[in-house]
Nanobody, 127 residues
Framework: QVQLVESGGGLVQPGGSLRLACAAS????????MGWFRQAPGKVREFVAAINWSGGSTAYADSVKGRFTISRDNAKTTVYLQMNSVKPEDAAVYCC????????????????????WGQGTQVTVSS
């Protein structure tokens, strides 16, 4: 079991930066692929970024590639999402998630592949 708590959301101006954090509890955190997803009002949940257990492999949605960076610190059992050059369309509730199975070798982008979810943190983009 993995419990997840996000933080770091808030109001950011277009072009600004924000860093989200997801603190995990559970001794097996380091074995799980972690992902960030987001959901805007009236829209379906969408994949943002994923990182494998070691941090050596990452993947991004095309909409955030080159602007967002996912990273993890297994010693701190925390995964991060650095958001740069934020756009109005990035506004959403951001949730982190842990993959359904530990020790997976392939990054996946489908919400159904992730079994453990945080409550989410709101990101608002406005000048």
């Amino acid at each position: 079991q993995v419990q997840l708590v996000e933080s770091g959301g808030g109001l950011v101006q277009p072009g600004g930066s924000l860093r989200l954090a997801c603190a995990a509890s559970g001794r097996t955190f380091s074995r799980y692929t972690m992902g960030w997803f987001r959901q805007a009002p009236g829209k379906v949940r969408e994949f943002v970024a994923a990182i494998n257990w070691s941090g050596g492999s990452t993947a991004y949605a095309d909409s955030v590639k080159g602007r967002f960076t996912i990273s993890r610190d297994n010693a701190k059992t925390t995964v991060y999402l650095q958001m740069n050059s934020v756009k109005p369309e990035d506004a959403a509730v951001y949730c982190c998630a842990a993959h359904r199975f530990p020790d997976t070798l392939v990054l996946t982008f489908t919400p159904g592949d992730y079994a453990y979810w945080g409550q989410g943190t709101q990101v608002t983009v406005s000048s």
